[in-house]
C-alpha cells in the first residue's frame, strides 16, 4: 500500500509484519513512530532492534525468538529489523516458519533503505508481509500536505507559497516537514505565508541552487546567475566547488537525456530522487543534447586546468562564466 494509507489501515489493528520500502526516510520514520503511539507500552521492554547485516544464516534465530517474545504491559512487541535481505535459502530453512505462522502480538517490522547488495528473497511475495510503499510522493501529494499541515496551524497560505516550500525542498519530505514547522513558527502572529515569506524562512538546497543557475543560463539572465552564484559563495563554496557543482549538474543532465528512460527508471539507474530528475530534464530538455554536453565540458575542461596548476580556480570560474553565457569562444 502507498504510505498514505497506511495511517488509516492502523484503524483496524496492527498487522503481524510489515515491510517499509523505498528512499523517502520520512515516511518510515513517521511509519514507525505511528506504530509505537498506538500499540506499544513500555519500550524499554517491548522494542527490540536488529541491524540486518548482522543477521546471516543461523543468526536469524535470534531474530525469531524475538519476535516469538510475548509483550509485558503492552498491546504489541515490536521487533524492527533494518536492512533485511535474506537469501531464498535463508527464507527456507529459518525464516518461512514464523513468516507463515507468525506471532499475533508481535509487530516484525522490516525497514528497508539501502538496496540489497546480492539476490535476495522477495519478501514482498510472502502472504503475512504489508508492504508499505515509502517511494517518493507525488507533487500532488507533497502540496496537499503542506497546505494541510498550514490551515491546521491555522496559517493561510496560497498555492504558490506552497509550491515553493516543495521546490526549495525538492519535494524532500523530511526537509518539507522541517521548513513548513519554521514557517508555521514565523507567522505566528499574522497568521499567514506569502512566497516572499518563504524565500525568507526557507533554506534552498544547495541543489536547488545550481539548478536556478543552470535555469538562468538557460534563461540567458545573467544578472539571476550572478545573484545565486553569490549566494553560494556567501556559503562557504568557493571557485572550486561551484564548478565541481555545475559539472557534475550538467552531465547529469545529459546523462538523463541519452538514457531515454522514465523519470523513475532513470531515478534508479543514476541513484537519484525521481522529482529532482523530473526538474533536471525540463532544464536539459529546453537546453538541448548538445548544448547540455556543451556545458559540462566548458565546466570540465576548467576545472582539468585548475588541476593542473594551468589556471586559478578564480580565473576558471571566470572563463566558464563568459563561455555559458557568451560563447564557446571565450573558454
Do not use: H
Request: proline share 2%; with cysteine; net charge neutral.
Amino acid at each position: 500500500m502507498k504510505f498514505v494509507l497506511f495511517k488509516k489501515s492502523l484503524e483496524d489493528g496492527a498487522q503481524p509484519i510489515y515491510l517499509f520500502d523505498g528512499e523517502e526516510e520520512y515516511f518510515k520514520e513517521r511509519g514507525e513512530q505511528m506504530l509505537k503511539e498506538k500499540f506499544l507500552g513500555e519500550p524499554s521492554l517491548n522494542y527490540t532492534s536488529f541491524q540486518g547485516e548482522n543477521l546471516k544464516g543461523s543468526s536469524l534465530s535470534t531474530l525469531i525468538s524475538a519476535a516469538e517474545c510475548f509483550p509485558f504491559m503492552s498491546e504489541k512487541r515490536i521487533v524492527k529489523v533494518t536492512d533485511f535481505y535474506p537469501t531464498e535459502k535463508e527464507y527456507e530453512t529459518y525464516l518461512r516458519s514464523y513468516f507463515e505462522n507468525p506471532q499475533k502480538d508481535t509487530i516484525l517490522l522490516i525497514v528497508n533503505t539501502a538496496r540489497s547488495k546480492g539476490k535476495s528473497f522477495d519478501l514482498k511475495k510472502v502472504k503475512n508481509v504489508t508492504w508499505v510503499d515509502c517511494s517518493k510522493a507525488d507533487d500532488d501529494t507533497v502540496l496537499r500536505w503542506i497546505y494541510t499541515r498550514f490551515k491546521r496551524a491555522g496559517i493561510a497560505a496560497d498555492t504558490e507559497s506552497c509550491e515553493r516550500v516543495m521546490r526549495y525542498c525538492l519535494a524532500d519530505m523530511s526537509r518539507v516537514v522541517g521548513e513548513t514547522e519554521k514557517l508555521i513558527a514565523y507567522a505566528a502572529e499574522s497568521k499567514k505565508i506569502s512566497a516572499g515569506d518563504v524565500d525568507t524562512v526557507v533554506y534552498r538546497d544547495t541543489d536547488y541552487k545550481i539548478y536556478e543557475m543552470t535555469g538562468a543560463i538557460g534563461a540567458r539572465n545573467f544578472s539571476k546567475y550572478e545573484t545565486v552564484l553569490s549566494e553560494l559563495m556567501s556559503k562557504s563554496f568557493d571557485e572550486t566547488a561551484v564548478l565541481n557543482s555545475l559539472s557534475s549538474y550538467f552531465r547529469t543532465m545529459f546523462e538523463i537525456l541519452i538514457l531515454k528512460k522514465s523519470d523513475s527508471d532513470t531515478a534508479q539507474v543514476l541513484g537519484m530522487k525521481e522529482y529532482a530528475v523530473k526538474m533536471s530534464r525540463c532544464q536539459a530538455e529546453t537546453m538541448g543534447t548538445e548544448t547540455v554536453k556543451k556545458y559540462f565540458m566548458f565546466c570540465n575542461c576548467a576545472l582539468n586546468s585548475v588541476k593542473s596548476g594551468k589556471i586559478s580556480a578564480q580565473g576558471a570560474l571566470l572563463k566558464v562564466n563568459a563561455a555559458l553565457f557568451f560563447g564557446e569562444k571565450y573558454n
